[in-house]
């Protein structure tokens, strides 16, 4: 552990970290120790890890790389946080990530951005810049993300290692700093497939503390070995079909995720990923998701509608920042919410309100819902019909310089186009790392998107070609 500390300190550069206390990562590692000592080693005991800092927990600062959180301690562990250092893991700090989780490139957090390991002057992706980061460099063997659009697959992509964004209602959300409810999803972000497994099996799992999680996946209980006996049956499949593991796996390619807009730099390494597949046994069809467009704007309503919702708790009383000077009680609140919150989360929070607005409601979020709904089934009919599961790029381009971006949000929100359909429909997808770009030698990531309670089939494929 004092290692980790020691690398961790020397790579200050990246920005990955927001809070480091060696007290209380030392005392996990002890306990890792003597477990180890008593000869009885839990899953992932010693495993060094970190959390995204819109995951809360009872020692280090929650500041959801917000100044309104600046220097707020939660009073309790989020459920993914406990259940992790239940397995043994030892949590080495803080990850720094977009403010509130809300961008694609960790340069909403009010603490600076995050470096990319590949490149000093490209984003590391976002919103868990820090995560992706830290795990690349070689900080942690793994660390915990959200993603409510994106915010695990894409980060991991543009950081040439591993994510996954399990099913929505698998992984407690509870101590998950709320962005977009109906959205957020916790999930590992690692190396390789295996190692996503072995956190998200304990990750996952029912909690009656969170009204949105479920009890039963696909007829069988939220609870442990749901995933990991899914992904041994799948492995015993490939195994019995020797040299061709994946014959007959059928890979959908939806002919709206490798059009235009497609940097050519993606386009070839996913190219050659697919035909890396098909050597395997896989045959590749191409489907039709013919509202992959309308997921941006239907995403930029709903995700800003339950953000300006979420974020009306932090109004100057219950939690983190205050403004100093007020004259009375409605300044004090604007006040408070202009000093604490940035630009982008400002932008959503105007947007949201907007869309809620009597006499707008139904022109927006009502239509944004019929969309989403729409967007869902679409993914439904490829699922009944033509594949057993979706693969493609995970973001347009590899990562952008640093700065890139800044004036212009909607140049973010429309690269974003290939991840937010699947957090709309509530299904899992995962990045894998296909390569690196010729234009410009970063990596690229693969995106692998499974129906429903698919995770550990998704990890099998992922296995296969890593
Ligand atoms: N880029 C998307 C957004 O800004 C997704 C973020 C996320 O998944 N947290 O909303």
């Known amino acids: 552990a004092h290692s980790a500390l020691e690398a961790i300190e020397a790579r200050k550069d990246l920005n990955a970290f927001l809070h480091v206390d060696a007290d209380l990562t030392l005392e996990q590692a002890r306990n890792a120790d003597a477990a180890i000592k008593a000869g009885k080693p839990a899953a992932l005991t010693g495993?060094?890890?970190?959390?995204?800092d819109v995951l809360v927990t009872k020692g280090w600062r929650s500041t959801a790389a917000s100044r309104m959180l600046a220097n707020y301690v939660s009073p309790f562990d989020a459920t993914v946080v406990s259940r992790l250092a239940d397995a043994g893991a030892v949590s080495l700090g803080k990850l720094n990530c977009d403010e509130f989780a809300m961008g694609s490139g960790n340069q909403t957090s009010a603490f600076g951005p995050v470096r990319n390991p590949w490149d000093p002057n490209a984003v590391p992706g976002g919103s868990s810049g820090g995560s992706a980061a830290a795990v690349a460099a070689g900080l942690v063997?793994?660390?915990?993300?959200?993603?409510?659009?994106?915010?695990?697959?894409?980060?991991?992509a543009l950081?040439?290692?591993?994510?996954?964004?399990?099913?929505?209602?698998?992984?407690?959300?509870?101590?998950l700093i709320a962005y977009a409810s109906s959205l957020d999803?916790?999930?590992p972000i690692a190396r390789h497939a295996r190692d996503l497994l072995e956190l998200l099996e304990p990750m996952a799992g029912f909690d009656p503390l969170d009204s949105t999680s479920l009890e039963f996946c696909d007829g069988a209980p939220n609870g442990p070995g749901r995933i990991r006996s899914r992904f041994d049956a799948a492995i015993a499949r490939q195994q019995k079909n020797g040299s061709r593991p994946l014959e007959g796996l059928r890979i959908g390619v939806p002919r709206e995720f490798v059009g235009e807009g497609l940097s050519p730099d993606v386009a070839q390494a996913v190219e050659n990923a697919l035909k890396t597949f098909e050597s395997l046994g896989a045959v590749r069809v191409e489907i039709s998701l013919p509202r992959t467009e309308l997921s941006i704007p239907a995403y930029y309503v709903i995700a800003p509608a339950e953000a300006s919702s979420n974020l009306s708790r932090y109004d100057g009383v219950r939690y983190g920042h205050r403004a100093e000077s007020y004259k009375e009680l409605d300044d004090m609140i604007s006040r408070t919410r202009f000093e604490g919150f940035g630009p982008e989360v400002r932008r959503r929070v105007l947007i949201g309100t907007y869309v809620l607005c009597h006499g707008y409601y139904d022109a927006y979020y009502l239509?944004?819902?019929?969309?989403?709904?729409?967007?869902?089934?679409?993914?439904?009919?490829?699922?009944?019909?033509?594949?057993?599961v979706i693969m493609g790029p995970v973001a347009p381009t590899v990562a952008k310089a640093i700065g890139d971006n800044r004036e212009d949000p909607i140049a973010d929100w429309l690269a974003d186009i290939y991840t937010l359909g699947v957090n709309l429909a509530g299904l899992p997808a995962m990045s894998v790392p296909c390569g690196f770009g010729t234009e410009r030698?970063?990596?690229?990531?693969?995106?692998?998107?499974?129906?429903?309670?698919a995770e550990g089939e998704l990890l099998a494929v992922a296995d296969c070609f890593q």
Do not use: E, W
């Open 185 to 187: 999803q916790a999930g």
């Open 47 to 52: 495993v060094p890890i970190a959390h995204k």
């Open 441 to 453: 030698p970063l990596p690229v990531g693969l995106q692998i998107i499974g129906n429903y309670f």
């Open 141 to 156: 063997m793994a660390a915990t993300g959200t993603d409510t659009g994106g915010s695990i697959r894409q980060p991991a």
């Open 159 to 175: 950081c040439g290692i591993s994510g996954i964004k399990p099913t929505y209602g698998t992984v407690s959300r509870l101590g």
């Open 367 to 388: 239509q944004a819902q019929r969309v989403r709904r729409m967007i869902a089934n679409d993914f439904q009919q490829a699922f009944a019909q033509h594949c057993d």
